[in-house]
């Protein structure tokens, strides 16, 4: 009989060993496990403009709350155009879920490779001409992003103030990049519409850009250069040639004024990063691409180099000093 009753409590604590194990096993299955996001961010080429859409993209989605959804791959061309494909093949094979790229030649090649995977696109200054999208109020396949269209009318109107003596203007810029030769035909337009005379002198690379401008010298007033990925990362040559030659350059991105050229009324690249970033985090949330139409970047930088006033001997209004951001001194 004790045999039997000593057998009965192994037995039962057997069982509830078991059960223990079973009850433990299936809590931890049903825990759910957090996704975490791997998401690719590709810039053609570096230089200042776009270094800084990256860094503040990537500032971003590191900040408290986001971190630990989000693994971030960067990629970069180096200039190299033909890399674009390979580096988003070699993304997608790693199994990212959200391709980031920024400027135009990086989104052009992101929505060649895939069809699938979502892409949120940063400085891309046309996307429809750029085939990307088919308009900015609707998206229906995998790519949406925000635009970086500067307001080329109103740099020339900032140009007729500080320097009103200016009548013809020097175009520089590639004609390769769809963002340029967008606001290069805005800025035609513009000049037509109100009797400004200009002049082009186009490159195809950095290597083009001193010889480029310099044939410009003595046959106009002033430069005129969009937001140019090209010449942004060889503005040391072009402001070189452009102070020799006491010319104000009037350009498309704040991160070229602070390079050296005059003013702009253009774009404010973190301002333009953290919009970015934005949308990639509602779609990391739950969101979808189709839930996020293009945008327009919200708000432009006005900027003048004082130092560049300076050198070029042309004097800045107690007006403008009011409403624009003052680089310099």
């Keep these: 009989m004790k045999k039997l009753v000593a057998l009965f409590l192994v037995l039962i604590m057997g069982l509830a060993i078991l059960s223990g194990c079973s009850g433990s096993s299936t809590s931890q299955s049903e825990t759910p496990q957090k996704k975490v996001y791997k998401i690719g961010i590709v810039q053609p080429m570096d230089h200042p403009s776009l270094n800084e859409i990256r860094e503040t993209i990537i500032s971003e989605l590191k900040a408290p709350g986001m971190g630990d959804k989000v693994e971030i791959i960067t990629k970069n061309a180096n200039g190299d155009m ?7 093949q070699e993304l997608i094979n790693s199994k990212v879920d959200m391709i980031v790229p920024i400027a135009t030649p990086a989104a052009q090649a992101a929505r060649a490779s895939t069809k699938t995977v979502p892409i949120v696109f940063s400085a891309v200054s046309n996307p429809v001409e750029a085939g990307l999208v088919t308009s900015f109020s609707e998206t229906t396949g995998n790519i949406t992003g925000v635009s970086n269209s500067i307001p080329v009318e109103d740099i020339f109107k900032l140009a007729a103030q500080v320097t009103p003596n200016v009548k013809t203007f020097g175009f520089v810029y590639n004609s390769s990049e769809i963002n340029s030769t967008s606001g290069i035909k805005r800025a035609k337009a513009y000049c037509d519409q109100n009797g400004i005379k200009y002049k082009e002198a186009t490159i195809t690379g950095t290597a083009d850009l001193q010889q480029s401008a310099s044939s410009l010298v003595g046959q106009v007033d002033a430069f005129f250069t969009p937001n140019d990925n090209t010449v942004a990362s060889a503005m ?3 402001v070189k040639v452009a102070t020799d030659a006491k010319l104000p350059i009037y350009a498309g991105a704040d991160s070229m004024v602070k390079d050296g050229a005059l003013a702009t009324v253009g774009i404010d690249y973190v301002k333009l990063g953290k919009q970015t970033a934005a949308m990639v985090i509602r779609i990391v949330n739950g969101q979808t691409v189709k839930d996020n139409h293009v945008e327009q970047v919200a708000e432009y ?4 180099n004082i130092n560049t006033a300076d ?14 951001v003052i680089l310099g001194k």
């Design 82 to 88: 033909n890399l674009l494909p390979s580096i988003m």
């Design 236 to 238: 040391a040559t072009y």
């Design 301 to 304: 930088a006005n900027m003048i």
């Design 311 to 324: 050198k070029l001997g042309i004097s800045i209004s107690d007006e403008l000093k009011q409403k624009f």
